[in-house]
T-cell receptor, first 111, second 113 residues
Framework: AQKITQTQPGMFVQEKEAVTLDCTYDTSDPSYGLFWYKQPSSGEMIFLIYQGSYDQQNATEGRYSLNFQKARKSANLVISASQLGDSAMYFCAMGREKLTFGTGTRLTIIP | DAGITQSPRHKVTETGTPVTLRCHQTENHRYMYWYRQDPGHGLRLIHYSYGVKDTDKGEVSDGYSVSRSKTEDFLLTLESATSSQTSVYFC????????????FGPGTRLTVL
């Protein structure tokens, strides 16, 4: 069975600062993907970034990067230079085809 | 925009009535999924499909059935809705050569009274 743990239910960060959202996972599958999604108050699920378990380099997408540490089974999301529009729920997920999600972290950016 | 629509977007129904939610995609992706989102649980997989007439159960499939008679449509049916099925339902598709990246529809908010 797969399990995702997001230990930070809520975070407050000053605008323009970098923020790290924690995600640890557990799986016995040798091959898997790791994902981050953003869910603003409007409710849609927005795909942010993907990391394959065999990818050698950490994934980056604009201001988002995934700090993948396979031995520690962690896949933290780093948002550089946070903006007010980054305030949202953030979900970590893992799997191949069938995804398992964490319970999310509510990020609030303070002006 | 992954070309996914869900209908209806909002529905209120009564316990014991059947309900069907529709997910429609415009890009002929093979893999489609139904998730539900509840407070404190994140998203949980209900059913998924890997082709026309090919479906399988997810983590929380009890009380739900699905059908996929065309590539573009994936239907989720609650045969006899219960209050515990009050939730937000998301449809998703897999895209990309690795089939791993999933994009979600806008969601359907279902309330069972």
């Amino acid at each position: 069975a797969q399990k995702i743990t997001q230990t930070q239910p809520g975070m407050f960060v000053q605008e323009k600062e970098a923020v790290t959202l924690d995600c640890t996972y557990d799986t016995s599958d040798p091959s898997y993907g790791l994902f981050w999604y953003k869910q603003p108050s409007s409710g849609e699920m927005i795909f942010l970034i993907y990391q394959g378990s065999y990818d050698q380099q950490n994934a980056t997408e604009g201001r988002y990067s995934l700090n993948f540490q396979k031995a520690r089974k962690s896949a933290n999301l780093v948002i550089s230079a946070s903006q007010l529009g980054d305030s949202a729920m953030y979900f970590c997920a893992m799997g191949r085809e069938k995804l398992t999600f964490g319970t999310g972290t509510r990020l609030t950016i303070i002006p | 925009d992954a070309g996914i629509t869900q209908s209806p977007r909002h529905k209120v129904t009564e316990t014991g009535t059947p309900v069907t939610l529709r997910c429609h995609q415009t890009e002929n992706h093979r893999y489609m999924y139904w998730y539900r989102q509840d407070p404190g649980h994140g998203l949980r997989l209900i059913h998924y499909s890997y082709g026309v007439k090919d479906t399988d159960k997810g983590e929380v499939s009890d009380g739900y059935s699905v059908s996929r008679s065309k590539t573009e449509d994936f239907l989720l049916t609650l045969e006899s809705a219960t209050s515990s099925q009050t939730s937000v339902y998301f449809c998703a598709i897999s895209v990309g050569t690795r089939r791993d990246e999933q994009f979600f529809g806008p969601g359907t908010r279902l309330t069972v009274l």
